[in-house]
Structures are given as C-alpha cells and as structure tokens.
C-alpha cells in the first residue's frame, strides 16, 4: 500500500512539474510579446512566479490560477515590475504597469 501511494505521489509531483514548465513558458512568451508591442525591454527575458492557486476555468474545470511577475525597462537604465495571470496556460491578463511620461510630454 505504501509502495502505491508513493507512486501516485510522485506522479502527481512531475506533472506538476511538467504542467508548471508549460506555463512558464507560456507566459514567458506572453511577456515578450506585451514588451514588444510596446518597444520595452524585457529584463533577464525571464519570469518568476508569484501565486498560485486552485480556480475555475470557462469550461467550470479545476485548474491551477498563476500569476507570473517580470521586471523590464522602458529606457534601459531602469526596472520596472509587470506582471502575466494565467489559468491552466491560457494567458488571461498581462500588466505593464504605468510608466511616467517624459517631461515635456503632453498626456491626451
């Protein structure tokens, strides 16, 4: 009995392991993407997670909620944290927090 558990045990463990390097990567891209589009840099072209934790998806399957934290810099001297929230490994939500407008900048 102890043997069975064991396995399913570690079972469980690498697909988690599994599951968690799929969305990683996902919001890895993600990342990139949303710093592309907006001519930043992504730092360390790496993210790093921030929580976790059980949510339901549109289906009304259990899936694990993650959210990724970044850092990157809009004029390369600087850091700045954003942010990728994900359900199973579809990409829900990225954030680029606000950045200052240079001065001289007219905001419309």
Request: with cysteine; hydrophobic share 50%; charged share 20%.
């Given at each position: ?14 697909w988690f392991w599994v ?56 004029t390369g001297d600087n ?30």
């Amino acid at each position: 009995m102890f043997e069975i558990v064991g396995l399913l045990v570690l079972g469980w463990l690498a697909w988690f392991w599994v599951d968690s390097l799929k969305a990683r990567e996902a919001a890895v891209q993600a990342a990139r993407a949303a710093c592309n589009s907006e001519n930043l840099q992504l730092l360390d072209d790496t993210v790093a997670i921030a929580r976790l934790w059980p949510a339901r998806n549109d289906e009304g399957r259990l899936v694990l909620r993650r959210v990724y934290s970044f850092e990157y810099s809009d004029t390369g001297d600087n850091r700045r944290p954003g942010s990728v929230a994900l359900i199973g490994h579809g990409v829900i939500a990225v954030s680029i927090g606000a950045r200052p407008v240079p001065s001289g900048g007219i905001l419309h």
